[in-house]
């Protein structure tokens, strides 16, 4: 058993390796690990200056460029930029990683139930799916976060979740149909496997690829969507996300005067919704061989 | 089933889906939490104004009939009046949706035509150093946080190099003095460049993916070798045999594009401060402004399932082998 395990790492070790994208994908990713590991200690040498909501340093009047005691400057009322960086980065891997797992997760069952059993329950699967697709994401968020009027991020999580998974079911049914006319299914079904075994142990290990792609590219749409919520003020202002700390910047005309402001949490939004993306990327150059080079 | 049974079927769905989706808003905008007459009141009202007010937006009515009223009214056009400035809401709505169909579609056209002749060139090099750095840069640019690089190049555009309008659609000291057609036109395309660049290095990338992947996978199929054994020329074989069958992905995708275009229109209108829909919608729910961001999200939603409409007739006219 033990073998077992470390073979599986030494594999997904080798995948890693083997691709340029995943490899710089998990690097980035790993930098903004350590970032958010980091901020406590950060914060913690001083909360009063240092936290990122309501630290604010006494010896600072508006915003400030960098200096030794706030490595990435001020905002508009002497709050440390760095901290409000470290801060984010926690929020965006929660949230991110967290919208992903949820959303995957009902989009596999729902394509695997959907795909399998066919007829009323595949139509009326599918047409939810529709339904929610044909939704625009973006204007159905605001107006539901100016709805409940008090953000939260356990709300944005859950109506995040709630848009993401159809697209993930559409092309996990489309796989289930297609591997439910397979001899070995007809097989467990002659045999008398039940259908939640079916699912659970014949078909669900064939569409896993697919789900581990969806894992990852999920989590760049999630990170991504978060981000433009907040920088239009429909965030959660109990915290600091990365997209809000560009929202202070423009609302408070700093925007042009302040590069050291506006500069990083762009940057730092982009470049780990990169990372997710291009380790989707890697993956589906190697589970596609149709993408294999000739 | 033939393809008038089939856009029928289709015609069908759709609007079964506008009903609930409208139902769906109906229903979110019942369910607020405050009252929505407490931002159009102030404390110094007399108790009739409140009551004419209440009177004027059907509250005071059952459910079921402002549900009905609801429908009537929507097919009327009538979607009451903004909370801010009392205009009519459909006025407000044709406005700004014509301000954002100019940039979106101007932009999309483009993003669309220059990822889909790099996706070709670069499939065709498939393995070479270009095609390493296109993917790697429009990868990079298809999850750019779109805010942040709109900021940037007002920064560097607008705010340094002084090329461009800080924001807007026009500059109205020039449209009040009542300048010639040629200059109007050349006003609002020196305010459209900036959005419309963003827009387009921001989109292009997922156009030219899109074609690259489908350009490798037709260039598997046995016609492409015949082609080849043929002799024919490299160039007629990519840009004839290839690209016109790779195409058809592309056009479902460009469905879900324009669902995927109003999230940057929202985002992009508000860094630009671009009178359009999206940022209307923002601005509404901000001020809690209810008709206009019902209004504005009704119209959204029906473009997005009139586009999805038309590109599953588009697909379904292109792929003979589709069975509907």
Same mark, same amino acid.
């Given at each position: 058993m033990k073998k077992k395990k470390w073979k599986l790492i030494r594999q997904i070790w080798d995948l890693i390796r083997g691709s340029t994208f995943i490899k710089l994908g998990v690097s980035i990713i790993i930098i903004f690990g350590i970032m958010a590991v980091f901020s406590p200690i950060w914060v913690n040498r001083n909360p009063e200056i240092?936290?990122?909501? &309501? !630290?604010? +340093?006494?010896?600072?009047?508006?915003s400030e460029g960098?200096?030794?005691?706030h490595p990435l400057g001020t905002d508009? &009322? !002497?709050? +440390?930029l760095f901290s409000q960086l470290l801060r984010g980065s926690q929020i965006a891997f929660i949230l991110g990683i967290m919208v992903s797992v949820l959303s995957t997760t009902i989009g596999t069952i729902v394509g695997l139930v959907a795909g399998y059993y066919g007829r009323i329950v595949d139509i009326i699967l599918m047409r939810l799916a529709d339904i929610i697709l044909t939704l625009p994401r973006l204007p159905l968020l605001i107006v539901i976060s100016g709805i409940f009027g008090t953000q939260s991020n356990w709300i944005i999580l859950l109506i995040l979740s709630f848009t993401f998974w159809p697209t993930i079911s559409r092309v996990i049914r489309s796989q289930t149909l297609s591997l439910r006319e397979r001899p070995f299914i007809e097989s467990a079904k002659v045999s008398g496997v039940g259908n939640r075994r079916i699912i659970l142990r014949h078909l669900a290990p064939n569409v896993l690829p697919i789900t581990f792609y969806y894992l990852t590219v999920t989590v760049t749409g999630a990170i991504l969507v978060e981000a433009g919520l907040s920088f239009l003020g429909?965030?959660?202002?109990s915290n600091m996300s990365w997209g809000m700390m560009l929202k202070w910047c423009f609302t408070t005309g700093y925007v042009f005067k302040a590069p050291y402001w506006m500069i990083p949490p762009g940057l730092c939004i982009s470049a780990l919704a990169f990372s997710f993306y291009l380790i989707g990327v890697g993956l589906e150059e190697i589970v596609n061989p149709r993408l294999k080079k000739r | 089933m033939s393809m008038e049974r089939y856009i029928l079927s289709r015609v069908i769905q759709i609007i079964i889906i506008f009903f609930i989706v409208m139902s769906i808003i109906f229903l979110l905008f019942r369910v607020?939490?405050?009252?929505?007459?407490s931002f159009l009141?102030?404390?110094?009202?007399?108790a009739e104004a409140k009551e004419a007010i209440r009177e004027q937006f059907g509250l005071n009515e059952p459910i079921i009939t402002q549900y009905y009223l609801y429908f009537k009214n929507f097919f009327h056009g009538?979607?009451?009046?903004?909370?801010?400035?009392?205009?009519s809401v459909m006025n407000i709505i044709k406005e700004r949706m014509l301000n954002s169909i100019f940039l979106v579609t101007t932009a999309v056209i483009l993003s669309y035509i220059i990822g889909i002749t790099v996706g070709k060139a670069i499939a065709w090099k498939r393995g070479s150093k270009t095609e390493k750095f296109f993917v790697g840069l429009g990868l990079w640019f298809y999850t750019m946080f779109t805010p942040w690089l709109g900021i940037l190049f007002l920064w560097i555009f607008?705010?340094?190099?002084?090329?461009?309008?800080?924001?807007?659609?026009?500059t109205s000291e020039v449209w009040i003095a009542n300048p010639s057609l040629i200059e109007k036109i050349c006003d609002l395309i020196h305010h459209l460049i900036l959005p419309l660049i963003t827009y387009v290095v921001l989109w292009f990338g997922g156009y030219m993916l899109l074609m690259r992947n489908s350009m490798l996978e037709t260039l598997r199929e046995d016609y492409i070798i015949t082609a080849r054994a043929k002799g024919l020329k490299e160039k007629d074989i990519r840009d004839k045999h290839a690209a016109r069958n790779a195409l058809l992905p592309i056009v479902t995708a460009f469905a879900i594009s324009i669902s995927f275009s109003i999230t940057g229109a929202v985002l992009i209108e508000t860094v630009f401060s671009w009178p359009g829909i999206g940022r209307t919608i923002v601005e509404a729910t901000l001020r809690q402004d209810y008709p206009l961001v019902q209004g504005a999200f009704a119209i959204i939603t029906i473009v997005v399932l009139i586009a999805n409409f038309m590109a599953d007739i588009a697909y379904a006219y292109l792929d003979p082998r589709i069975s509907y």
């Open positions: 240092y936290d990122p909501i &309501i !630290g604010v +340093d006494p010896d600072v009047h508006g960098p200096s030794l005691k508009y &009322i !002497g709050k +440390d429909f965030g959660d202002p | 607020i939490p405050s009252d929505p007459t009141l102030t404390p110094s009202m007399t009538n979607f009451g009046n903004s909370f801010y400035g009392g205009r607008a705010f340094k190099l002084h090329l461009f309008p800080l924001g807007g659609m026009i």
